[in-house]
C-alpha cells in the first residue's frame, strides 16, 4: 500500500526558507509521478508542484510558486523534497504529497492522503 509521510514544516518569517520532505513507503517513489498539495485555512486543496517519473524527470510548478519552490526527489532515500524559498503569508497551508496520474497542471492525484505538515509564514 502506497503510503506517503510528510514532514519539514514550520513558522518562518516572510523572506524565509524551509525545505519540506515525504518518505515515502510501499512503492518506489522513481517509477511514479507525485506532486505536493496544500490547504490554506477556509480554502480548498490545491496542487503546488509535481515531479514525472525518473524516466520523464519534468516538473511542474502552479505560477503562485514559479521561481521560489523547487520540487526533487532522492531514489536511495525513496523521498520526494519540495525547497521553499521566499516564502509569502500566502504561502501559509498544510502541505501534503501524493501520487498523480501524470505531472501536468491538473494534477490529478490518486491514493489517500497523508497527514500533511504545517507551514506557517508570518511577520
Known amino acids: 500500500q502506497l503510503q506517503f509521510v510528510e514532514s519539514g514544516g514550520g513558522s518562518v518569517q516572510p523572506g524565509g526558507s524551509l525545505r519540506l520532505s515525504c518518505a515515502a513507503s510501499?512503492?518506489?517513489?522513481?517509477?511514479?509521478?507525485i506532486g505536493w498539495f496544500r490547504q490554506a485555512p477556509g480554502k480548498e486543496r490545491e496542487g503546488v508542484s509535481c515531479i514525472s517519473s525518473s524516466s520523464g524527470r519534468s516538473t511542474y510548478y502552479v505560477d503562485s510558486v514559479k521561481g521560489r519552490f523547487t520540487i526533487s526527489r532522492d531514489g536511495a532515500r525513496n523521498t520526494l523534497y519540495l525547497e521553499m524559498n521566499s516564502l509569502k503569508p500566502e504561502d501559509t497551508a498544510v502541505y501534503y504529497c501524493r501520487g498523480v496520474l501524470a505531472c501536468d497542471s491538473y494534477l490529478r492525484g490518486f491514493g489517500s492522503w497523508g497527514q500533511g505538515t504545517q507551514v506557517t509564514v508570518s511577520s
Open positions: 510501499g512503492f518506489t517513489l522513481d517509477y511514479l509521478a
